[in-house]
């Protein structure tokens, strides 16, 4: 996969999932393809127990591919591996315009870093992280060398994102 990988990173509860949601149908919505990678802290399965494709796994399958209609999704058991990075996810995705990622905050990509008032530690990620590209924050900031932005307004978000990716 070639599209650009823009992050959207933050401290908890800082609002990164809704920003994920809201920029995706920003971009969809302007026809944009877009793809994205979500990185999860702790164990989670998207896989109901009792199913053919959770018995497949438990079973032992190293993978199972479940498809249907109207969807597809492949379940990747790591068993003794180390989890993957992201580029090796980012290889396996289909062509898109862009892939926004959520989670990651210490890549190397590009980076909108959100701020909200009452969320996590709370200390700027800008101030060490030079891929941040633009922050969307709650409150008021004054920065001169990033492009600020309130946390709701997606579409201007959306246009920024447009014009950094050159995605017109």
Known sequence: MTAPVLGIAGWKNAGKTTMVERLVAELVSRGLRV???KHAHHEFDIDVPGTDSH???MAGA???AIVSGRRWAIMHELRDEEEPPLEAILERLSDADIVIVEGW?????PKI???RAN???GSPLADTDASIVAIASDYEITLGNLPVFDLDDSKSIAEFVISTFDLG
């Open 35 to 37: 793809a994205t990678v």
């Open 55 to 57: 018995r497949h796994r």
């Open 62 to 64: 190293q993978e199972v």
């Open 105 to 109: 905050k210490r890549g190397p990509h």
């Open 113 to 115: 870093e959100l701020r």
């Open 119 to 121: 969320s996590g530690d």
